[in-house]
């Protein structure tokens, strides 16, 4: 019997061992997908060995050589020599594209003006023709004094960056021209070549790396591919990657340097999966190891330019970093990341960017998730709703008409005043019942005035709104409802570019603060600013007068916690030091709401006889109180364990 059940336990264990040994085995899939991540770490630990001894060396070399090129004593042939040679040892195959002239090509449509420099074969210079900067200069989204644009790899163990070497122009047709234009629903296409040496003083027209640049007439999405010529021979065969290099220092284009930098920082979009960020408020790096990303962007304020992969992006590493207060720029942006590439099977890389603005429906058109990158309280989805279904659609549709914005956000208020209005009665309704029954809260406090006697106290209070069917969290309940919409428009306001450089009344920019006085000499108030903005003022004062008013109505001033009442007047003035940077626009609107609150209180307040109410009440009273079928079951829960009820 025991040899019986030794062969069955050694028989179960051996099937348990064949089963999990099945079950464990990794699908064809997650093989290639632990492959990727194996051969991606290998990459970075090699690029990381590699790079930092290669690029000291390069520079080095290509030194010398500029040294020996300016200083052509003796027979110049010798010198010339001297630096193709050491380049030569340097570049490798690339030695012939390491020195040469920079030229410019600019590229123009309905919307951008962009130039192309002959170094790198990049865009050096990116102008957003419809918008300006905030001090009326024309809006240079990007230029060559912080830019570096490139791809990084390794030939015959030499390290290359192609921002560094020199590209030639297709000659073809119209692109022999410097200065392209397109318009309408035209196209072009304008191509730059990196030649591989076919000897110390030819190129090999046949082996190149081209970058090619589509742009559309009336469009800031343009194409752009990596396309490779007889390069198969020329990369190592063990090159799995081409390591994207772009970094660039963010030019300020908003009046308030401060609100610009809470707005600016790096996204980016996971493949297949969500939108994530960096911080906004403080430097922030992050090493995304082994995981892909469809897109990158470098986010402004109101812009945006982002690199989109036709597949994705691996392993990326994305930084930012804040700049001098008073410079040029705001804000320094980085992008590492790798390109999948195999010099055997890669003919082509498609790749699209985006120059342009933050614009809602423009992005969401592209169907990528770049709308992700303007703040409209994605965390919480009734936010997001609000502003994506009412604000939104709100502004474009008056917009089309060329309405000031100032009219339309009153528009916009008036509207979600008459949707709420429901709410606005209930909790009016609710405060005059709270009104009407404080002469009895006032003698529930003169029964119980001992603290020892408060838990009493509770529970007569209660017992006296379920007779008097009253709901003391009537009022509250409405108000949370509207909490939704205060800050779907705290989050929009600031980030809307439909209100940038918009003026209304006193304030010449809606998106920024409306300054009616600078403090002289630079002196500047402690968390408040240097300035004064009207707008914010008198939102302030209106919001103090609505906490009076919301006091009154409740009739609490007797029955608050101590210090409550401090504190109902110190929040809208804490408003004031939040807001005197913020959006003017954002200002006027809760300025307009506290006004049109004031009139509905005043139309619902002559509309509710509260001698009546005050009368239903007192016959509520006298009323027995309807038992809940919870209630009663917990009464008799109690009866059973043999303790009083009181009826």
Excluded at 166 to 180: E, H, I, Q, R
Excluded at 222 to 231: I, Q
Excluded at 443 to 468: N, S
Excluded at 518 to 546: E, K, N, Q, R
Aim: charged share 25%; proline share 4%; aromatic share 14%.
């Amino acid at each position: 019997m025991n040899n019986k059940n030794t062969i069955i336990g050694l028989l179960l264990i051996f099937g348990i061992f064949i089963a999990y040994s099945y079950l464990m085995t990794p699908s064809k899939k997650e093989t290639e997908a632990q492959k990727r991540k194996y051969d991606s770490i290998a990459y970075v630990q090699k690029q990381q060995r590699d790079a930092a001894i290669a690029a000291q060396a390069r520079q080095q070399a290509i030194t010398q050589a500029e040294k020996k090129q300016k200083v052509l004593s003796g027979n110049p042939s010798d010198s010339i020599k001297a630096v193709r040679d050491d380049l030569k040892e340097q570049m490798g195959v690339f030695a012939g594209s390491a020195s040469g002239k920079k030229e410019s090509y600019t590229l123009e449509n309905d919307v951008l003006k962009l130039r192309i420099s002959s170094k790198g074969g990049k865009i050096e210079y990116v102008e957003l023709k419809k918008y300006k900067a905030w001090d009326g200069q024309p809006l240079i989204l990007m230029d060559d004094d912080s830019l570096r644009f490139g791809f990084h790899f390794f030939v015959n163990n030499r390290d290359i960056y192609t921002d560094k070497l020199y590209f030639k122009p297709v000659s073809a047709g119209k692109n022999k021209a410097t200065d392209l234009t397109v318009t309408g629903k035209d196209s072009l296409q304008f191509a730059m070549r990196l030649y591989v040496d076919a000897s110390d003083t030819v190129l090999n027209p046949s082996k190149y790396i081209e970058f090619v640049y589509t742009l559309k007439g009336n469009e800031y999405m343009m194409g752009f591919r990596l396309n490779f010529s007889g390069m198969a021979d020329v990369f190592d065969p063990g090159t799995k990657f081409l390591v994207l290099n772009w970094e660039d220092n963010l030019k300020r284009q908003e009046k308030s340097l401060k609100m610009e930098r809470m707005n600016s920082t790096v996204y980016y979009k996971f493949f297949e999966d969500k939108v994530d960020y960096l911080t906004e408020t403080k430097d922030d790096t992050k090493d995304l190891k082994n995981e892909r990303v469809k897109w990158i962007a470098f986010k402004q304020q109101f812009f945006s330019y982002a690199l989109i992969a036709d597949n994705f992006f691996t392993d990326p590493r994305v930084k930012t970093s804040t700049l001098a207060r008073n410079g040029r720029y705001m804000r320094s942006m980085s992008a590492e990341a790798g390109i999948p590439f195999s010099p055997a099977e890669t003919k082509s890389i498609p790749i699209s960017m985006y120059f342009g603005p933050l614009k809602f429906y423009e992005l969401k058109s592209y169907g990528l998730g770049l709308e992700r990158q303007i703040p409209l309280g994605w965390s919480f989805a009734p936010m997001a709703w609000i502003n994506i279904w009412a604000v939104i659609p709100v502004f474009n549709f008056f917009g089309n008409f060329g309405w000031n914005y100032g009219i339309i956000i009153l528009i916009l208020t008036i509207l979600l005043k008459i949707l709420l209005f429901p709410i606005a009665f209930k909790t009016y309704k609710s405060s005059a019942k709270m009104r009407a029954l404080k002469p009895d809260i006032d003698e529930l406090t003169k029964k119980f005035p001992k603290k020892e006697d408060a838990m009493k106290k509770q529970q007569a209070t209660m017992e006296l709104y379920k007779r008097a069917g009253v709901n003391p969290m009537a009022g509250c309940i409405p108000m949370l409802l509207q909490m939704p919409i205060l800050i779907a428009m705290f989050r929009f306001f600031p980030s809307s570019i439909e209100l940038r450089q918009q003026a209304f009344l006193w304030a010449k920019d809606l998106s920024s603060y409306d300054s009616i006085y600078t403090f002289p000499g630079g002196f500047t108030i402690p968390w408040y600013g240097d300035h004064i903005s009207l707008f914010a003022l008198l939102m302030t004062i209106s919001s103090v007068i609505y906490t009076r008013i919301n006091d009154q109505m409740m009739g609490s001033s007797q029955t608050q916690m101590p210090g409550m009442k401090t504190m109902m007047y110190l929040m809208p003035v804490m408003f004031l030091f939040w807001f005197n940077d913020y959006s003017s626009g954002l200002s006027y609107y809760y300025l307009l709401a506290n006004l049109l609150t004031f009139a509905q209180i005043y139309i619902i307040r002559s509309t509710i006889d509260e001698k009546k109410l005050h009368a239903q009440i007192e016959a509520n009273k006298k009323k027995p109180v309807k038992r809940s079928g919870f209630q009663k079951r917990l009464e008799d829960m109690a009866k059973k364990r043999g303790y009083p009820v009181k009826k």
